[in-house]
């Protein structure tokens, strides 16, 4: 049997958490990088899947859980209840200055402490956003239009009118898919670029 689809289960998040890290380095494996293997999952999966369950989800194959796609409705609800709930523990855990300063564990750790805020004329235009990440072993079989499309519909059900992402300028592989399925560049920064379409 190939790869299928489903929600997202609690359990899951240390696969979730080992996926981020492996495609962590602008879609290639970011393991080596970081002194500490859970601070990118800790930005970039622990908060969705704790605040938003029901918009995650996974493709799993007879080795286990190797992509997913995590999304919310409303960007700023979403930051205010990471404010509330999941960066206050996080930021006692991981004082700024317990990593080299400007090492890619210190560049998280001050996410950590000052999440930047998404901008308002994205959020006012497209209120949701996604990550989605597949290991090497799932990319180009069709996954990740298939993994988007669960969350679209999940999305647009929660209400959501339309999505946006951010991702690196390095990461051309991700621009070329999200290009194809309908993604338009809407805001840029000086390495990244925020990426929207409507539901
Ligand atoms: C980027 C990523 C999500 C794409 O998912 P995928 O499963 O590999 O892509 P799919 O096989 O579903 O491709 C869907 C369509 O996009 C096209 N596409 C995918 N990658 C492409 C590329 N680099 N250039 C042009 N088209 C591309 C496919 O040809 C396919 O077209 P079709 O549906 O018309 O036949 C996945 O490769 C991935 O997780 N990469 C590593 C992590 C990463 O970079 N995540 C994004 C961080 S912002």
């Known amino acids: 049997m190939g790869p299928t689809i489903r929600a997202f289960r609690p359990g899951d998040e240390p696969a979730l958490y080992d996926i981020c890290l492996r495609t962590g380095a602008s879609g290639e494996d970011a393991t080596g990088e970081y002194r500490d293997p859970n601070l990118l999952g800790a930005v970039f999966v622990g908060p969705y899947v704790r605040l938003a369950p029901s918009l995650a989800f996974v493709g799993e194959d007879e080795s286990g859980v190797a992509g997913y796609v995590l999304g919310v409705p409303d960007t700023r609800r979403f930051e205010k209840a990471c404010e509330r709930e999941w960066w206050p523990p996080l930021r006692a855990r991981y004082p700024l200055g317990t990593f080299p300063p400007n090492s890619p564990d210190d560049q998280m750790l001050r996410l950590i402490h000052a999440p930047p805020e998404a901008s308002e004329d994205v959020v006012e235009r497209y209120p949701a956003h996604l990550h989605i990440d597949l290991l090497p072993r799932l990319q180009g079989r069709g996954y990740g239009r298939r ?39 809407v805001h840029r920064y000086e390495e990244s670029q925020i990426m929207a379409r409507p539901l």
């Open 147 to 185: 993994l988007l499309g669960t969350l679209f519909t999940a999305l647009a059900e929660a209400g959501a009118p339309a999505v946006h992402l951010g991702v690196g300028l390095a990461n051309t592989n991700a621009i070329a898919f999200y290009e194809h399925v309908g993604f338009t560049v």
